[in-house]
């Protein structure tokens, strides 16, 4: 029996393209227009928060994010998961900053709180939380240590749009925070990508880091005239403040988001119910299932072996193959950033011996894909597939 279980089904919709072209037909303008703005104060309606920025991925939006910090708060260290997706690390190291590595907590995949608050220092610029797999990683404790301590928060959201703390959105909380609509999100704009902020300042680093640079996608005046003023012999149409990015998308991708955004919430509800179906059904004895799901909005099911058993997890992977169920081991980045090649010469050989929780993910932790369409039936003979294994 094969069960067919690719990682996202459906993501991009019938309607979605309908949409898309009734949308061409009128032979609009295709780039960056009225649709990107209609979505971007769509998204920070629905967010909660007074400005978004929409970029062509979620790793531009951890890029620009990065860069913007450096701009506005100069350099530094930054304090990072180790679970995580690469971009949240690489934009750390592009800016220059001193990336500095925290375990997880296995109940919720994301930072270890005390591990965070152990290495905060007057050298940290920011904490960038991943919320791994719709997770909340948030906490009054933290956020009032980092408020004490004035060190700016910055949310990655990309995997977990819709989870809430205490019944407001992930994203409204930090300095600012980033979205990816990529295919295999709750959302998607096939590639695509938000930064939010509430701060006004940041706003306008991230508008010109967007496009190249350019003064002129500054909202403040102040901060136009002053450019101006200060570069006479420059067109004020072309004044780049700083050497950036293009990371614009188009509108083509905006109507597709804005098509998305009117079923995110009713998508969302049936992956919370799906996935606390598929955490009641599967075995605790083999499988974790002690996640603290409170506000949580998983577009992934879990699934981590309680012990390290490697034999049992080669006949898991083995029964996964032989029924189609697509899976990712080390969740969705890949595990251990520690281990990946691109921090070799960055941070110690062997350093990634120090994080045992995020290692039991590496070797022994999988994600399979969540999705509303999915039926209870499904999901419960999928739970019995899982369970079978010995
Ligand atoms: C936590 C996290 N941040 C950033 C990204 C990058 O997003 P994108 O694939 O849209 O570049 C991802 C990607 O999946 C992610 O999971």
Redesign the pocket.
């Known amino acids: 029996m094969s069960f067919n279980w690719p990682l996202m089904e459906d993501n991009v919709t019938r309607e979605d393209l309908d949409v898309l072209i009734a949308f061409l037909q009128g032979m609009p303008r295709l780039t960056q227009s009225e649709n990107v703005r209609a979505l971007e104060r769509e998204w920070s309606e629905w967010v909660g928060v007074r400005h978004s920025v929409f970029v062509n991925?979620?790793?531009?939006?951890?890029l620009i994010t990065m860069a913007a910090l450096k701009h506005l708060y100069g350099g530094g260290e930054v304090i990072v998961p180790t679970l995580?997706?690469v971009?949240?690390v690489s934009s750390v190291l592009q800016n220059g900053f001193t990336p500095v590595f925290v375990d997880i907590n296995p109940r919720n995949l994301c930072m270890d709180e005390d591990q965070v608050i152990a290495k905060l220092s007057d050298k940290t610029r920011a904490v960038f939380l991943?919320?791994?797999q719709g997770f909340n990683g948030l906490s009054d404790r933290l956020l009032a240590e980092l408020k004490k301590r004035n060190i700016p928060l910055i949310e990655?959201v990309?995997?977990s749009h819709g989870a809430t703390f205490k019944g407001r959105r992930l994203g409204s909380f930090g300095l600012a925070s980033?979205f990816?609509?990529?295919f295999?999100?709750h959302m998607s704009t096939v590639?695509?990508?938000m930064v939010c902020t509430n701060d006004d300042a940041f706003y306008d680093a991230v508008r010109m880091l967007r496009s190249h640079g350019m003064v002129r996608e500054a909202q403040s005046q102040d901060l136009r005239a002053r450019y101006a003023g200060e570069n006479p012999e420059l067109s004020p149409d072309f004044i780049f403040a700083f050497p950036a990015f293009n990371v614009r998308s188009t509108e083509i991708n905006a109507v597709l988001g804005r098509s998305q955004l009117k079923r995110l919430d009713a998508n969302n509800a049936r992956r919370t119910e799906n996935f606390q179906l598929f955490l009641s059904r599967i075995d605790p004895g083999k499988y974790r299932t002690d996640f603290d799901t409170e506000g949580s909005c998983n577009y992934a099911f879990n699934l981590v072996l309680q012990k390290p058993d490697e034999a049992l997890r080669d006949r898991l992977e083995q029964a996964m193959r032989a029924n189609g169920i697509e899976f990712r081991r080390g969740s969705?980045?890949g595990g251990n950033q520690l281990r990946q090649p691109y921090l070799k010469g960055i941070v110690p050989d062997g350093a990634y011996k120090q994080y045992p929780e995020v290692e039991h993910i590496h070797f022994f932790g999988y994600y399979i894909g969540n999705y509303p369409s999915l039926a209870a039936e499904r999901i419960e003979e999928l739970c019995r597939v899982l369970n079978a294994v010995e």
Do not use: P, R
């Open positions: 991925s979620g790793a531009s939006a951890n995580t997706w971009s949240d991943t919320y791994v990655d990309c995997e980033n990816s609509f990529y295999a999100h590639e695509g990508g969705a980045g």
